[in-house]
């Protein structure tokens, strides 16, 4: 392998606007749209793990729906492998979804309560015809091993396991047709902690045996740490600050992950003697009317005038580090 | 097998279909396992009645008017002495085939029309409840009166009508699910996993769609063979083929002299349709997990 294929990005995702209309146009007044996403861009390199993270209503979990056709794109570019995947259409695109699988947040509504265990993990394979009709049980044997199930568990209903043994199950569909790209949205967000952490460790452990490269979308920066390699910070629909997970935990430059980030709990005494909690007072802006300026303007502490009237762009601070905040200058010293 | 399973060893628990809880469920509820059973006998009684009570209850066999038990007859004979026995035998036939294939062709209807609705949204889903409204609109007895009438009284157009006035509320149940379940992950995750639309509406939707509308259908066989009866006490129905309705239909001028003769299938009506209903509301309360707590 060369330098050159290895450092392309499996996945690239280039200005992807997604937006809903709200009120339809028609003969009287104009059509008005929320942008849940708004001209984001990220690349992931195969076999690392890209974090989305941000509060509810911030566009990650749409971001990522849209990324894997599941939600429209209204505008932007999609490229998984050299394959661009905005532009397929109708059997195309259902054949190229063997590339690209998703995990869902509930593992209780993800699975259909009618359908057999064995089934459920068999129906990706089912529907895309990958592997001739004899070898599925076989993989559907190998990925219930693979996921730590028995085997004796394949012929048992959704409502009969737990929901981690349910997550598993998940996971176990999401694996079958061997796809590039995994998509977690908020995989532990509806488990218990003891739960989140086996699961964590399940997911690393197939991404290390198999080679997988995830997006992987968080709210919790106590799991993203533990999982990613490059973290993108979204608020409102916008990708506020972008970098690798050591610059970015260690250094993090926008007031909002700064924010975000002194709210982690740390066991650390002295860590948490140093970090001072920072409060971010008010509410998210009404996503309908949007500021002009820095969406996180009227929350953030340090805000300027400057601030209130502009947009900022994600600008880069170092190679790998990229903060979207006009008070960050090129020497990547943080406001706050 | 080789690498440990993280889980903790424990008995797994018997594979289980949902449909056999249901049923579990369903066998705990007393008033509708009775009625289950009354509903087993008259439809036993229908499919095999006329070959063990042979008499055809169009001949008259005796003179009329002649009260239930005496002279031999069971249930006596009505104004032309026909039997009424055979009557009420040869009649649950028709009644009870046209009730079920009108429920049938009714949930056909209106499952189509509302998982089209429900699935595709946008000006399908316009267009179909458009034209769902306007049959909800249209005051159904007239309306299949005026099929009826139109076509002529026999009994696959009395199906016919009484099914086309009667879809419209299978198709708002289809289509109101349908935009529940649409939304819900493990759609979005066959739908991620390649499933085609088909597939997706009626493999994965319907299946769980099911238990509200297999209610309706069960109240709906009642409701139609209440239909059937009051189209043929008007009249609307095929002279030649004998059922409860037209029984009634047929001797209601002498209802004061020989009540018994209107009576007599009137209850046959009542105690089927109420042993449907009431199998209705058990299934409702075996199918409906909302409920299940209760």
Known sequence: MTDDTQNKPLLDVQNLTVRFAIKRGGLFGKAKYLYAVDDISFQIKRGETLAIVGESGSGKTTAALAVARLVNAYKGRVDLDDTDFLSLQDEDLRQARSKMQFIFQDPYSSLNPRIRAEKIVREPLDNLDTVPNEERQEIVDKLFEAVGLHPEQQRLFPHQFSGGQRQRIGIARALATQPDLIICDEPVSALDVAVQAQILNLLRKLQADFGLTFLFISHDLGVVQHMCDTIAVMYMGKIVEYGDRKSLFNNPLHPYTKALLSAVPSVDKKRRAETKRILIPGDPPDPLDLPKGCRFANRCPVAQDRCRSEQPNLNEVTQAHSVACHLVNETGIAPI | ?294
């Open chain 2, 1 to 294: 097998m080789s690498a440990p399973p993280i889980i903790p060893t424990e008995e797994t628990p018997k594979a289980r279909h949902p449909m056999a809880e249901a049923w579990e469920m369903f066998r705990g509820n007393h008033a509708a396992m009775v009625a289950l059973v009354v509903l087993t006998l008259i439809i036993i009684t229908a499919i095999i009645g006329p070959y063990i009570y042979p008499t055809d209850p169009f001949d008259m066999v005796w003179a009329p008017f002649s009260p239930p038990g005496v002279d031999g007859f069971l249930l006596g004979t009505d104004y032309l002495g026909r039997d009424l026995m055979a009557a009420l035998i040869h009649g649950a036939r028709v009644s009870i085939v046209i009730g079920v294939a009108a429920a049938f062709m009714s949930v056909f209807i209106g499952v189509t029309v509302g998982a089209l609705a429900g699935f595709y949204r946008g000006w399908v889903e316009e267009l179909l409840m458009r034209i769902t409204e306007f049959f909800q609109v249209l005051p159904t007895l007239l309306f299949a009166m005026v099929i009826v009438a139109l076509f002529g009284a026999s009994l696959p157009m009395i199906t016919f009508a009484i099914g086309v006035v009667s879809w419209t509320a299978v198709a708002r149940i289809t289509r109101s699910e349908f935009l529940r379940i649409r939304e819900l992950e493990y759609v979005t995750a066959s739908r991620a996993s390649g499933a085609k639309n088909g597939k997706l509406m009626f493999q994965i939707i319907l299946p769980n769609a099911l238990p509200p509308i297999i209610v309706q259908a069960a109240l709906m066989v009642g409701s139609a063979i209440l239909f059937e009866a009051g189209l043929s006490f008007l009249g609307l129905t095929d002279p030649n083929v004998v059922s409860w309705g037209q029984v009634i239909g047929s001797n209601r001028q002498y209802i004061l002299d020989a009540s018994y003769t209107v009576t007599i299938p009137g209850i046959a009506i009542f105690v089927t349709v109420l042993a449907i209903s009431l199998v209705g509301d058990g299934l409702n309360d075996a199918l409906n997990p909302k409920l299940r707590q209760r």
